[in-house]
């Protein structure tokens, strides 16, 4: 069965960088669009980044354009974020996410489309 198991988080300052993992398995990785999604206490989970299956086309949330890069090893079954300037309101849990279709690149944003989840991993920033 498919598996996304997400590392990387933890404790940084403002300002710092983080960069999350997401591993994949259970199909073939290089197919499939990989997101990043993230919620807070007692909201919806909501976008933060998606790359397609061509490791080129990507889209980001307006919050963290500029701040935040999405990338993939599709050698190694990889997503990874890479998060620079962290701000207060990145605190969250973030999670990795892929749909159960192939190449499938519409409404990145919506978490409907999504088939597979992680289980998360915490990010808290400090001031």
């Known amino acids: 069965q498919v598996q996304l198991v997400e590392s990387g988080g933890g404790l940084v300052q403002t300002g710092g960088s983080l960069r999350l993992s997401c591993a994949a398995s259970g199909r073939t990785f290089s197919r499939y669009t990989m997101s990043w999604f993230r919620q807070y206490p007692g909201k919806e989970r909501e976008f933060v980044a998606a790359?397609?299956?061509?490791?080129?086309?990507?889209n980001y949330a307006d919050s963290v354009k500029g701040r935040f890069t999405i990338s993939r090893d599709n050698a190694k079954n990889t997503v990874y974020l890479q998060m620079n300037s962290l701000k207060l309101e990145d605190t969250a849990v973030y999670y990795c996410a892929s749909p159960g279709r192939p190449y499938y690149y519409t409404n990145v944003d919506v978490t409907s489309n999504y088939d597979y989840w992680g289980q998360g991993t915490q990010v808290t920033v400090s001031s």
């Open positions: 790359i397609a299956s061509n490791g080129i086309t990507t």
